[in-house]
């Protein structure tokens, strides 16, 4: 029996992916580096779909039909150099090579251009949803040419969740490292995302002093609303959540130390290659260093001054936290999407925010109500230069305004850190703002570099001589 798909790679995610696809009607080679797992997963599961049973990647190559699809589901990085060096001597112009993992989308460009040379096609997929996702439909992001597409679509379209309209939530993103790219920015924005409610939490627990137990109502309430979505469900249940041991709240009987794998610290390396401001997701991952820094804490705990003002906090301070919260979170989808149009530009992807807010609707971290919205804002001709300025957005943003500045001012006079809340407000200032002091960094970079600048009232690139005469001249007399 000759298999439709063969999987490497069978720790938790590559062996989901592959029950995925054999209960869905594809027979899959299996195959792994230590055997073990690969028994494993025949013992429990093999009576699930039609699987093969290899011990090397030859075996696995043949059991395939061509053209061949193999996917590489081991740890990022080196392994996958690894796996693809074994692989590439094996197969035929025209295959296909998959990495399923979280690589970055600097060394799945490599690697496509690699294969490439060799006849071969070499696909990028973002996969999001854990290993629930996994099992059961995960969001799915593919990057690679768009034949070799044509040749694995249908089977990942088929594996994917569903949206509530039935689309599946995977699509072609664009070539080389598209998929990757897209999936580490739909990380970035689930650390924001986080955080944000993160923040929420903190806010009602510090300011108004409601219980985790209450909270988790809370929670429950607005997943019911505009903030419905797959953290906000499963914030609550970690706040209902009580400690065996103790019998306190889990949430405080947990080292306040996040950590990260790495995805959330890419997007913002890559944002800063690209110039683009994704303020949220960078002070979110940067809250997750500080968090860590458990000796700097203690001592700042014991040295460092508060000062916190004796301040009121707002009635209905509860509905203000939902309203900042749901505004911090537009914004971080914001620069989230204005980053993947920014390196559009810069890696030539012709990249479709409709498609890709439609296919994070469901199956991934971040699926959210809110992407229906999203989706709709950039269908057909209306591409907004900032998600921010869809019509609907600039309406539910403007409401929501009032409170954010409420609570920032709120959390500030308290001492309580938001920096999501309040760097995503400083944003949307800044984007509205009439003058920037950019103006007085122009004129500071001219002064100690002739770096030039450029008037208001006319064309052309000027020099001011601070050292002579402050008299202006135009900056090609300059060099
Ligand atoms: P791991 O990242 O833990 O990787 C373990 C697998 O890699 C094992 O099958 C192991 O084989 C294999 N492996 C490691 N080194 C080599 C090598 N040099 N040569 C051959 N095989 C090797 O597995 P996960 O299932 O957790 O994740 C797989 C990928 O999916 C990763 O890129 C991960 O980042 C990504 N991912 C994970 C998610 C999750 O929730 N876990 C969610 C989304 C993506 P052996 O058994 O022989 O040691």
Redesign the pocket.
Known sequence: MSAQIGVT??????ANLARNLARNGYTVALH???VA?TDALLAKHGDEGDFVRTETLRELVDALEKPRRVLI????GA?VD??VDQLVPLLEEGDIVID???SHYQDTRRREAALAEKGLHFVGVG??G??EGALNGPSIMPGGSKESYDALGPLLEKISAKADDGAPCCAWIGTDGAGHFVKMVHNGIEYADMQVIGEAYDLLRSASGIEPAEQAGIFEEWNKGELSSFLIEITAEVLKHVDAKTGKPFVDVVVDAAGQKGTGRWTVQSALDLGSPVSGIAESVFARGISSQAAQRAIAQETLAGHEAEVAVPENFVEDVRQALYASKLVSYAQGLDMLGAAGKEYGWDLKLDEIASLWREGCIIRAALLKDIMAAYKGDSRPANLLFAPAFVESIGRAVPAWRRVVATAVQLGIPVPVFSSSLAYYDALRRKRLPAAVIQGQRDLFGAHTYQRVDGEGTFHTLWGEDHSEISAVDTH
């Open positions: 790679g069978l720790a938790v995610m590559g792994n580096r230590s797992k589901m081991v740890k990022a392994p690894a796996v399923g993992g979280n996969v999001s854990g290993e």
